[in-house]
C-alpha cells in the first residue's frame, strides 16, 4: 500500500502540510516529531528533519524502517543557481547531488561518495513526472522546471561561492538535505523526489532575500505536495 513520506527541514516548511493532514498518531524518534495519517485521501507522514544533511538522512532512513514509506518527498525552499530560476519558482529534482563531497585527491569528482555508482542520485522519473504535471495544473502562474539539487552544509549567499558550485557540480539550486535524502532513500532503494522553491538566488543579495521570501516560498512547494500525493 501506497505511503509516502513527507519531509521539511523547518517548521515554516511543513506547517501547511500538517494543518491539512488527519493525524492518526505521532511518534518521536531521534528527537524528531513524525506525524502519520492522511492527507488528501492518502497515507502520509509528515515530519520536521531539521537543518542540514545528518538530521535530513537520520530522517528519511526512519521514514523507510520504522514507518515502511513507499515514497520520499522533500519540501521546501532553496536558492537558485539558474538565471531562469526566479525568487517563487519550482525546481523539481533530476538529481540531487553534494556540492561538498571532494575527493578529487584519489580521482573522484566532486560529489561523488567514494565506492558510490553514482555522483548526484537520480529522482523518481514518475514523481517527476508528476509534480511538473500537478504543478501546470494547480499553480498555471508559477514557473517550474526540472533540474540538478545542489546540497551541502552552508547557507550559500556569496557571488563566489554561488560560482565554485556551478562550475562545480551544475546546480540548479542550493539547499542544505536534499542529496542526504536522497541518498538514503536511494540505498534503500525507495522512490523519492525533491520540491524546492526559490526563496533567493543564493548571491550577496540572499541574505536580505530569504526572510522576505521563505514562508511564501515554502507555501509555494508544500501546496504542490499536497495536490501530487495522490497521484503516485
Ligand atoms: N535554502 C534556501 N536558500 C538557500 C541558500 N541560499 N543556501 C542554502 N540553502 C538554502
Known sequence: MKRVGIIGAMELEVEALKAQMNVRQTYTRASMEFFSGSLNDTD???VRSGVGKVNAALCAQILV???QVTHIINTGVAGSLN???DIG???VSEEAIYHDMDVRVFGYPI???PSMDV???PANKDMIRIAIETCLEVNPDINVRSGRVATGDQFISSKEVKEAIIANVKGDCAEMEGAAIAHAAYL???PFVIIRAISDKADDSAEMDYPTFEREAAKHSANLVAHMICKL
Open 119 to 121: 555522483v548526484g542520485f
Open 83 to 85: 538565471a531562469d530560476l
Open 111 to 113: 560529489g561523488q561518495v
Open 89 to 91: 519558482d519550482i525546481l
Open 188 to 190: 534503500s532503494h525507495v
Open 65 to 67: 524502517d520504522v514507518f
Open 44 to 46: 502520509v507522514v509528515i
